[in-house]
């Protein structure tokens, strides 16, 4: 997993599952807008972080594991947006801090279990979390299981499974949506991601879920 990180670190690239489509879908099930401080968990290189306040007018506040990742985004130079090393199982920030945290392609890679117990305990009472991760949509064989784990440094979890973690953790309400992966469609809003990756302005699930 280390080497996935600093590789794409390296690069300077980050993706996620679904690309910007899928964070407006997010952005809209969590009913963000310019009041709102939101958290981005995993913000890499800073395009979705920017993308997220560029949509919406909100302040945000990205973090990612990733130092090179992070040195990357304060590039860009947006003063409504923050970004910092921070780690998704051990969040440096008070209680009920965020009205909303989203993440994408990243809380697969945590503890997840402590992960979203964290967004749990940093967003404020009614706040919302926003996930897309990789969900299988059906039950493989456990050789596909380890495969794909010992190859990406991921191991996807079921929409049971997720729903699971999240009521665990306190989630209420939970809306889900799962949309099968098009492999061309993901080429395509990986290249638009790319794009904006390099300019110079400055098995999916969507998750939302209240705090009450």
């Not at 981005?40 to 973090?63: E, L, P, R, W």
Request: hydrophobic share 35%; charged share 25%.
């Amino acid at each position: 997993m280390y080497g996935y990180f600093e590789i794409q670190a390296k690069i300077g690239i980050t993706k996620h599952m679904g690309g910007l489509e899928a964070t407006k879908k997010l952005l809209d099930l969590c009913k963000v807008d310019e009041s709102d401080q939101v958290l981005v968990v995993g913000s890499g290189n800073g395009v979705s972080a920017i993308k997220i306040h560029q949509f919406t007018g909100c302040k945000v506040t990205g973090i990612d594991i990733s130092e090179d990742m992070v040195k990357r985004a304060r590039e860009k130079q947006n003063p409504e947006i923050e970004f910092l090393v921070g780690n998704a199982e051990n969040l440096n920030f008070p209680n009920e801090t965020f009205d909303a945290v989203i993440s994408e392609s990243v809380t697969g890679f945590t503890n997840k279990a402590i992960s979203i117990s964290e967004y749990y305990r940093v967003l404020k009472v009614g706040g919302y979390l926003g996930l897309n991760e990789v969900t299988w949509m059906f039950n493989p064989f456990s050789e596909i299981k380890n495969n794909y784990q010992n190859f990406m440094g991921i191991k996807p979890e079921s929409r049971e499974g997720w729903l699971s973690f999240l009521e665990k953790a306190g989630f209420k309400d939970i809306t889900s949506s799962v949309y099968a992966m098009s492999p061309w469609k993901q080429f395509m809003e990986d290249l638009e991601l790319k794009a904006w990756s390099f300019s110079e302005f400055g098995v999916d699930s969507l998750n939302c879920n209240s705090k009450k």
